[in-house]
């Protein structure tokens, strides 16, 4: 089976910083895209930041100069540094990727089980 593995949320204060970390595990083939979701309260799970296998990353008009994505393709992971974070960056954030399982022939999108990001004073 395979599946991800979210660590890294918690409370912090507008200005500050956190980073987000998610692991792949399981009988894996390749790993494509990987990426960062987030579902504010009452809202529908938006797009946070994108990157692919060669490293091209694309961000959230909200998130740009605040954010970075990156990943470690040895390691199966891929993380999110949150800087200068707004109480408007509170969500649910999940992890997303696109792999394709051993010995399958096609691949599927993962999620995360989420975790909380809270930005307040």
């Known amino acids: 089976q395979v599946q991800l593995v979210e660590s890294g949320g918690g409370l912090v204060q507008p200005g500050g910083s956190l980073r987000l970390s998610c692991a792949a595990s399981g009988r894996i083939g390749s790993i494509y895209d990987m990426g960062w979701y987030r579902q504010p309260p009452g809202k529908q799970r938006e797009s946070v930041a994108n990157?692919?296998?060669?490293?091209?990353?694309s961000y959230a008009n909200s998130v740009k100069g605040r954010f970075t994505i990156s990943r470690d393709n040895a390691a199966n992971t891929v993380a999110l540094q949150m800087n200068r974070l707004k109480p408007d960056d509170t969500a649910v954030y999940y992890c997303n990727a696109e792999i394709q399982p051993f010995r399958s022939l096609v691949y599927y999108k993962y999620w995360g089980q989420g975790t909380q990001v809270t930005v307040s004073s």
């Open positions: 990157i692919t296998t060669g490293g091209s990353v």
